[in-house]
Nanobody, 121 residues
């Protein structure tokens, strides 16, 4: 699977950005996709995940109520709508494919190149 992120950029605190992840190819065993982020000097962190049919999703507590994950299977594209952005949301955002089971997301070692999100105060 090839994953290509887009939509990052510079936003002011309180603003919004929408990230997209276009997927091509196939990983037959994957039943979910996720968004991760990595800030300088920090570990990569799962931000949100969604199952193939969109019926289940997960959000890290710090983005609940502000971010919305969605997908359009006809376009093989996943999205992350980010509202009420905060400076601490500044990071490189990566999309990923994996599996979602028992309320947990298990990433495959398959990543996009990342897209930078910078939120100014």
């Amino acid at each position: 699977v090839q994953l290509v992120e887009s939509g990052g950029g510079l936003a002011q605190a309180g603003g919004s950005l929408r990230l997209s992840c276009a997927a091509s190819g196939s990983t037959a065993s994957a039943n979910a996709m996720g968004w991760y982020r990595q800030a300088p000097g920090k570990q990569r962190q799962l931000v949100a995940a969604i199952t193939s049919g969109g019926g289940s999703s997960y959000y890290v507590d710090s983005v609940k109520g502000r971010f919305t994950i969605s997908r359009d299977n006809a376009k093989n594209t996943m999205y992350l709508q980010m509202n009420s952005l905060k400076p601490e949301d500044t990071a490189v955002y990566y999309c990923n494919v994996g599996t979602y089971s028992g309320g947990s997301y298990y990433p495959y070692d398959c990543w996009g190149q990342g897209t930078q999100v910078t939120v100014s105060s």
